[in-house]
């Protein structure tokens, strides 16, 4: 599954996050994810809940969200939103454009949490 290694390559980055700031866990996951990224996300959750099993994120919610397709319009200079499969500009209907997002696959934030003693005071 394509998926799992994604997953485990977005894992690998909030790891190393949660150990720069010795966090004792990860809390949540946030990424976003374009159309054109080629990962479905359905998928990507199921992916998750493989590739935390035994890491510090064992217990972490994963929060995907959707992006827009936005191309940069070449004859008008302008940037729209477009569907996945009809990549025109939505003012002018050229089709020469530049993909602006859309692709993307990023890891947007992650929450840490501190260790078990400290969490608990927080509650
Ligand atoms: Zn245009």
Request: aromatic share 0%; proline share 4%; hydrophobic share 45%.
């Amino acid at each position: 599954m394509h998926e799992l290694s994604v997953c485990r390559a977005l894992l690998d980055r909030a790891l190393a996050v949660a150990a720069t700031h010795e966090a004792a866990s990860i809390g949540r996951l946030v990424v976003r994810i374009g159309p054109l990224s080629g990962v479905e996300p359905g998928l990507l959750r199921e992916a998750f809940a493989i590739a935390r099993t035994g890491t510090a994120a064992a217990r972490a919610e994963l929060v995907v969200q959707r992006s827009a397709v936005r191309v940069r319009c070449e004859r008008c200079g302008a940037e729209s939103e477009c569907p996945p499969n009809r990549l025109i500009c939505s003012h002018c209907g050229d089709a020469s454009t530049q993909l602006t997002g859309g692709d993307e696959l990023l890891l947007v934030s992650v929450e840490l949490l501190a260790p078990a003693g400290d969490e608990a005071i927080a509650r």
